[in-house]
T-cell receptor, first 113, second 113 residues
Framework: NAGVTQTPKFQVLKTGQSMTLQCAQD?????MYWYRQDPGMGLRLIYY???????DKGEVPNGYNVSRLNKREFSLRLESAAPSQTSVYFC????????????FGSGTRLTVV | SQQGEEDPQALSIQEGENATMNCSYK?????LQWYRQNSGRGLVHLIL?????REKHSGRLRVTLDTSKKSSSLLITASRAADTASYFC?????????????FGTGTQLKVEL
């Protein structure tokens, strides 16, 4: 099925370890986004890419880096994981046509111990 | 900071009843969107209302927007057990750029048989 694919679905890291969350979409969308979801906080934007070749910081970018590898793929990297980064991470994409909204992946549940 | 705040935080109703959720936001918007999230899943786009619209319908969903009060409501009529989920409003802010959405904290809806 067409959509947004995130890997892995679950991950446990030790403090200080690094990892990359992968996201790919097959809908030819220009824009891609990374959000984190914490209890009682809703979704907060980490980084986004309005189009291939561009990336910009969102509301909570500290401790993260991103790469828009090509039009399909947008990865999120944690260089040195901290317990405060324990969260559920969602990737989303959009074609910029507002009436269709975002398409979200199923999420990555990350625990940092 | 969160742009949107949903009210109530949690709502429990009987199947067949109507469910109303409210969203307040802080700054001028281009449009406001509503999303549904089933437990453990990604968000799904439900409906979008533009800043120059006051009411919109989609199936059993009715959305209203009052830009003077910076508020929106989502009405689900004749609710079903399958409507049990969390519902989030999201705003596309004027001057926000990049088609970014800012999400509220969500309303947890439980529809009981």
């Amino acid at each position: 099925n067409a959509g947004v694919t995130q890997t892995p679905k679950f991950q446990v890291l030790k403090t200080g370890q690094s990892m990359t969350l992968q996201c790919a979409q097959d809908m030819n969308h220009n824009s891609m986004y990374w959000y984190r979801q914490d209890p009682g906080m809703g979704l907060r934007l980490i980084y986004y890419s309005a189009s291939e070749g561009t990336t910009d910081k969102g509301e909570v970018p500290n401790g993260y880096n991103v790469s828009r590898l090509n039009k399909r793929e947008f990865s999120l990297r944690l260089e040195s994981a901290a317990p405060s980064q324990t969260s559920v991470y969602f990737c989303a994409s959009s074609d910029g046509i507002h009436s269709r909204g975002y398409t979200f992946g199923s999420g990555t549940r990350l625990t940092v111990v | 900071s969160q742009q949107g705040e949903e009210d109530p935080q949690a709502l429990s109703i009987q199947e067949g009843e109507n469910a109303t959720m409210n969203c307040s936001y802080k700054t001028s918007i281009n449009n406001l969107q509503w999303y549904r999230q089933n437990s453990g899943r990604g968000l799904v786009h439900l409906i979008l209302i533009r800043s120059n619209e006051r009411e919109k319908h989609s199936g059993r969903l009715r959305v209203t927007l009052d830009t003077s009060k910076k508020s929106s409501s989502l009405l689900i009529t004749a609710s079903r057990a399958a409507d049990t989920a969390s519902y989030f409003c999201a705003t596309d802010r004027v001057g926000g750029g990049g088609n970014k959405l800012t999400f509220g904290t969500g309303t947890q809806l439980k529809v009981e048989l």
